[in-house]
C-alpha cells in the first residue's frame, strides 16, 4: 500500500514493507494564486505495481469479509468525512479553486457533503441473490461477486465527490481498489484516503499520486493485475485508457465529456426562469460534466433571455473561494483558462456578441469573466466542443424539431433539458434528447439512487444505485439440479 499523503508542504511517504524515505515529490497549485500550496509524491510505475500487488494480495480477505461487516465499515468511513467536513472543504476549495459555498450552494461544502451523503447511500446498498426458478426440476440462482482489483482515476473538477462515487461501490461489492487522483488536485483525495485507512483493514484501499505526465494512468489502463477501471474525464483520454485496458479485458466504466444542451420553450418567462438557468450553466465556474454548455432560445424569447442572463453574469461574485462571499472561483488550471479564452477569441472572430465577460481578469490566479455570448450557432467551437468554463453561447432557434435535432447533432451525450411551463409537454421533448439523463426545468442535478451515465462518446456503463454497484460485480449463475 502507497499512501501516507500529507497535504502540508512537508511531505511524508510511507511504502509498505519498505523504510520511508525522501522521494521526489510535486507541486499542487491552489488556482486562485498561481502558487504551489502542497507537495505530494510522484509515484513511479514501480508504486502502482506495489500497490497493484498489495490490493490483489487482501482480495480474498476483504471478498470474505461479511457483508454487514463492509457496510459497518462504509458507513464508518462516511462519518469520519463528516467529522472532518471543515477541513476537506478547504483542501477541496485550495486545489480546485471552487468556493466554499458558491453559486446556489454549488461548492466545496456541496462536494463534501455529496461524498458523504453518497458513503451512506452506497453502504446501504445490497446485492440480493436473484432467484430466477425454483420448481421440482431445478433452481437457478443470480449471484454478485466481486471482480477483484478495481482501479479509479478521476478527473480534477469534483475530485473528492468523484473518487468517493469510483471507491465506494468498488468497495462495497467485496472490490480492492488503487486509485490515482488527478496531479491538479491530489489532496482532497489523499486525505480521504488516509481518513479510511485508519479504519478499513490494511491494503484494501491504496492510492498511488503521480505527476501529470500519464505515465501512471496509461500504466494503470494497461495493468494485468487490475480486473476494472472505473475512469472519469475526458472523451479523447477514455478513448486511450479503452485501448490500453484490452490486454486483459479490463472491465471499464467510462464516464466521459458532455456538451449538454437545454432547449428554452417560448412559454417561458425570462424573467423567471434565468436565474435557475444561469446557475447550472455557470456553477463550478461551468467546470461540471453535467453543466448545461448549450442553450437554444426560442426567437420570441431570445433577446429577454439573453439580456437577464447577462445581468446575473456581470453580477455574479468572482474571487478566491475561500472568501464566503465568492459565486464564482478562478478556473482550476492554467490551461483551462487559455482554452477558454481560445474559445472566445474564436467565437468573436465569428461575429458573436458578448453580452457580458469575454476576457481574463488579470490578477493572479486563473479568473476569467463570466461570459453570455449571443448570435452564435452550430459549427463554432464554443457551441459544438465541450467548453468546461465560465462561458454559455446561446443558440436562438425557431422550430422545436429544428433544435433537437441541432441538440442531437453532437457527439457527446451525456445529459440535456426543456426549459418550459408545460413540463408534461417538455418531458416528452425531453426524452427526445439522446443522452444519459435528461431534466425539465433542471439540469446537472443528480442523486445517489438516479443511474447516471452517457450515451454515445460520453462514455460506457452507469454508477449509482444499484445499476451503479452491480458494475463492480460479475454474474455467477448457480443451477442446481434437484433429479438426475
Ligand atoms: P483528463 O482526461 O485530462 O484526465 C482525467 C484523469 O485521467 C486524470 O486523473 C489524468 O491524470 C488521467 N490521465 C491522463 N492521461 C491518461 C492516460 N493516458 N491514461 C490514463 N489516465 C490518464 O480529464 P480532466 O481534464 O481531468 O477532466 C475534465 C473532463 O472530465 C471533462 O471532459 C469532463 O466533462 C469530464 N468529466 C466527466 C464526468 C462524467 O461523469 N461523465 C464527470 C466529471 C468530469
Redesign the pocket.
Known amino acids: 500500500m502507497i499512501t501516507t499523503l500529507h497535504p502540508t508542504p512537508e511531505v511524508s511517504t510511507s511504502v509498505t514493507g519498505r523504510k520511508p524515505s525522501k522521494r521526489k515529490t510535486f507541486s499542487v497549485i491552489n488556482p486562485a494564486t498561481g502558487q504551489p500550496f502542497a507537495e505530494v509524491p510522484a509515484g513511479k510505475i514501480s508504486d502502482l505495481d506495489a500497490a497493484v500487488a498489495a490490493a490483489r494480495a487482501t482480495f480474498s480477505v476483504w471478498s470474505a469479509t461479511p457483508d454487514r461487516e463492509r457496510q459497518r465499515l462504509l458507513h464508518a468511513v462516511g462519518d469520519a468525512l463528516q467529522s472532518n467536513m471543515a477541513a476537506l472543504m478547504e483542501l477541496v476549495t485550495k486545489e480546485t479553486g471552487k468556493p466554499l459555498k458558491g453559486l446556489n450552494g454549488v461548492g466545496s461544502g456541496m462536494e463534501v457533503g455529496g461524498a458523504i451523503a453518497w458513503t451512506h447511500a452506497t453502504a446501504d446498498l445490497t446485492l440480493p441473490i436473484e432467484i430466477i426458478q425454483d420448481n421440482d426440476e431445478a433452481r437457478v440462482e443470480v449471484h454478485r461477486k466481486p471482480l477483484g482489483v478495481v482501479g479509479s482515476?478521476?478527473?480534477?473538477?469534483?475530485p473528492l465527490m468523484?473518487a468517493i462515487?469510483h471507491v465506494i461501490p468498488a468497495l462495497r461489492a467485496g472490490n480492492t481498489v488503487v486509485i490515482?487522483?488527478?496531479?491538479?488536485?491530489p489532496i482532497a483525495t489523499a486525505r480521504f484516503v488516509e481518513l479510511a485507512n485508519e479504519i478499513l483493514p490494511p491494503n484494501v484501499l491504496n492510492i498511488v499520486t503521480?505527476t501529470?505526465d500519464?505515465r501512471?494512468?496509461?500504466a494503470?489502463?494497461g495493468h494485468p493485475g487490475i480486473d476494472k477501471l472505473v475512469?472519469?474525464?475526458?472523451?479523447?483520454?477514455?478513448k486511450?485508457?479503452m485501448q490500453?485496458a484490452a490486454g486483459n479485458l479490463k472491465r471499464l466504466t467510462?464516464?466521459?465529456?458532455?456538451n449538454d444542451a437545454g432547449i428554452v420553450l417560448p412559454d417561458v418567462d425570462p424573467k423567471k426562469f434565468a436565474r435557475k438557468i444561469f446557475g447550472v450553466g455557470f456553477h463550478n465556474n461551468g467546470?461540471?460534466?453535467?453543466c448545461l454548455k448549450r442553450l437554444y432560445v426560442h426567437e420570441t424569447i431570445y433577446e429577454e433571455l439573453c439580456a437577464q442572463l447577462a445581468e446575473l453574469a456581470k453580477n455574479v461574485i468572482v474571487g478566491d473561494g475561500l472568501d464566503p462571499e465568492t459565486d464564482l472561483g478562478p478556473l482550476q488550471?492554467k490551461a483551462?483558462l487559455d482554452y477558454i479564452e481560445e474559445l472566445v477569441v474564436d467565437a468573436r472572430s465569428h461575429h458573436g456578441r458578448i453580452l457580458a465577460g469575454g476576457h481574463p481578469i488579470r490578477v493572479d490566479g486563473y479568473f476569467f469573466k463570466p461570459t453570455i455570448i449571443a448570435d452564435v450557432t452550430d459549427g463554432i467551437r464554443v457551441v459544438d466542443e465541450?467548453q468546461?468554463g465560465p462561458v454559455l453561447p446561446v443558440i436562438e432557434y425557431s422550430d422545436i424539431d429544428d433544435a433537437i435535432r441541432r441538440a442531437n447533432a453532437n457527439s457527446n451525450g451525456?445529459g440535456g433539458s426543456i426549459w418550459s411551463n408545460d413540463t408534461e409537454k417538455a418531458a416528452q421533448l425531453a426524452m427526445r434528447l439522446e443522452c444519459g439523463t435528461a431534466w425539465v426545468n433542471e439540469h446537472g442535478a443528480l442523486q445517489p439512487n438516479a443511474p447516471?451515465?452517457?450515451v454515445k462518446q460520453?462514455?460506457i456503463g452507469i454508477?449509482f444505485g444499484h445499476w451503479g454497484l452491480e458494475e463492480n460485480t460479475s454474474i455467477q449463475t448457480v443451477k442446481m439440479m434437484k433429479r438426475i
Open positions: 482515476i478521476p478527473p480534477w473538477n469534483w468523484i462515487w490515482k487522483p488527478s496531479s491538479l488536485t503521480a501529470s500519464s501512471v494512468g496509461s494503470m489502463a475512469f472519469t474525464g475526458s472523451t479523447a483520454t477514455g486511450k485508457v490500453n467510462l464516464e466521459l465529456g458532455g467546470q461540471t460534466c453535467a488550471n483551462q465541450e468546461f451525456l447516471f451515465g452517457g460520453s462514455g454508477e
